[in-house]
Nanobody
Framework: QVQLVESGGGLVQAGGSLRLSCAAS????????MGWFRQAPGKEREFVAHISWSGGSTYYADSVKGRFTISRDNAENTVYLQMNSLKPEDTAVYYCNAGGLGSAWGDYWGQGTQVTVSS
């Protein structure tokens, strides 16, 4: 089992920035590729970003490419999502996920953190 806890969400104006964190515990964090997903009201959960177990490979949804950056610190068992140039359409609950491949999610989810971007 891997337990995931997200933090860092909040309310920000369009054009602003936020940094999400996801702290992992349980099984060895560095064994897992990690991802971020989001779900807006009335919409399906969608892929945002993915990072390999080593951090050497990253992959982004087209909608966030060039604005968001995923990174990880295996010594701290934490994965981050730096979000810049935020848009109102980025408003969603953001979820951390472990064990996925590319844009597909794995078995472990955090509880989510709300990001609201005002226009």
């Amino acid at each position: 089992q891997v337990q995931l806890v997200e933090s860092g969400g909040g309310l920000v104006q369009a054009g602003g920035s936020l940094r999400l964190s996801c702290a992992a515990s349980g099984r060895t964090f560095s064994n897992y590729a990690m991802g971020w997903f989001r779900q807006a009201p009335g919409k399906e959960r969608e892929f945002v970003a993915h990072i390999s177990w080593s951090g050497g490979s990253t992959y982004y949804a087209d909608s966030v490419k060039g604005r968001f950056t995923i990174s990880r610190d295996n010594a701290e068992n934490t994965v981050y999502l730096q979000m810049n140039s935020l848009k109102p359409e980025d408003t969603a609950v953001y979820y951390c996920n472990a064990g996925g491949l590319g844009s597909a999610w794995g078995d472990y989810w955090g509880q989510g953190t709300q990001v609201t971007v005002s226009s």
